[in-house]
């Protein structure tokens, strides 16, 4: 069975403080890691995907890395907007996409 | 209209009520998906379909029904209902049911009372 582990739960940052979040995985065979941010109210949106250890992906503030265990979203310089609640899933092929609870991010200004 | 569109938005019924979701896909998709996201939960993947065929169910109780009439549409008729059951149902799309990414509906806040 497929299992995500996200790290921490919630996060606080100030404005412009860099920070990563955690996502380790366990799955019989990786064929994709994604990254999601999800908005109070809202479904989640899709932010990166990766499908091998050593891939990174960068997209404005954010960069996603894999490795054969886990994954990192490194946000630099955070700004208010960058609050959200990310969410990382797993597919392993026979469990369909796995999610991990998730990390509440907050930026305050 | 683009995206994932998912109506209501909001939703409260009684445990003796029948209901239905709807979902429809503007992204010429050929898979769709239902999720239920429960509050200090992970997203709990209940359905899916590829081209109008179900391809899985992950054990969900019969009180919930999937219908996939064409690929662009998505169902889930709901009927005597308990209170955990009050979620966040998503609907989700991809190109096909392999390694693709999933384009997510705005949800419907399911309230049973």
């Known amino acids: 069975e497929d299992q995500v582990t996200q790290s921490p739960e919630a996060l606080r940052l100030q404005e412009g403080e860099s920070s990563s979040l955690n996502c380790s995985y366990t799955?019989?065979?990786?064929?994709?890691l994604f990254w999601y941010r999800q908005d109070p109210g809202k479904g989640p949106e899709f932010l990166f995907t990766?499908?091998?250890a050593g891939e990174e992906k960068e997209k404005e503030r954010l960069k996603a890395t894999l490795t054969k265990k886990e994954s990192f979203l490194h946000i630099t310089a955070p700004k208010p907007e960058d609050s959200a609640t990310y969410l990382c899933?797993?597919?392993?092929?026979?469990?369909?996409?796995?999610f991990g609870k998730g990390t509440h991010l907050i930026i305050q200004p | 209209e683009t995206g994932v569109t998912q109506t209501p938005r909001h939703l409260v019924m009684g445990m003796t009520n029948k209901k239905s979701l709807k979902c429809e896909q503007h992204l010429g998709h050929n898979a769709m998906y239902w999720y239920k996201q429960s509050a200090k939960k992970p997203l709990e993947l209940m359905f899916v379909y590829s081209l109008e065929e179900r391809v899985e169910n992950n054990s969900v109780p019969s009180r919930f029904s999937p219908e996939c009439p064409n690929s662009s549409h998505l169902f889930l008729h709901l009927h005597t209902l308990q209170p955990e059951d009050s979620a966040l149902y998503l609907c989700?799309?991809?190109?096909?049911?392999?390694?693709?990414?999933?384009?997510f509906g705005a949800g419907t806040r399911l309230s049973v009372l």
């Open positions: 799955v019989s065979g990786l064929r994709g």
């Open positions: 990766l499908y091998s």
């Open positions: 989700a799309s991809s190109q096909d049911t392999e390694r693709d990414i999933q384009y």
């Open positions: 899933a797993v597919y392993g092929g026979a469990d369909g996409l796995t």
